[in-house]
């Protein structure tokens, strides 16, 4: 049932619908019956071909990062770029090295309350968070949800 939300989560952020989020709470809700759900969050993803890092950097610095360390759901937000591929992380690795990394950037979001964040998402601000996101976000980026293994 917890693959069946995050797989929902995801495709919230491409396909941002009411109706969609309205089911996607209601599961939420149902699954955890009530018990605050807490969840670390990466989004790995790339720009669209005709932004530039530039441009999004800055958009990130002022815009979405403040944005998002200042929702009460999110505990911490933090948002890597990656800048070359350094080496094979394997001791026999299978063809070439690729010369651009596959990924720009990783972001990691600590969320204390899915279901605030979940709800969040179905308001009017929540949908224009992901619009002004996609306009430079890759169709491919993927939100994957993890722990960390101790």
Excluded at 12 to 22: G, I, P, R, Y
Excluded at 39 to 45: E, Q, R, V
Aim: glycine share 6%; proline share 5%; aromatic share 12%.
């Amino acid at each position: 049932m917890r693959k069946f939300l995050i797989c929902l989560l995801i495709l919230s952020v491409s396909m941002v619908t009411a109706f969609f989020l309205f089911n996607f709470e209601e599961k939420v809700v149902s699954a955890n019956e009530g018990k605050l759900v807490t969840a670390t969050i990466f989004c790995i993803y790339n720009l669209k071909e005709n932004q530039s890092t530039e441009e999004y950097d800055n958009y990130l610095i002022k815009t979405k990062i403040p944005g998002i360390r200042g929702a009460p759901w999110c505990t911490d937000f933090k948002t890597w770029k990656i800048d070359k591929v350094l080496c094979p992380a394997v001791s026999e690795p299978e063809g070439e090295l690729p010369a651009e990394p596959p990924y720009l950037y990783v972001g990691k979001i600590e969320v204390s309350d899915l279901d605030a964040m979940v709800s969040f998402l179905g308001t009017d601000a929540g949908k224009e968070f992901v619009k002004s996101w996609s306009v430079y976000m890759d169709p491919t980026a993927i939100l994957t949800m993890g722990h960390e293994v101790l």
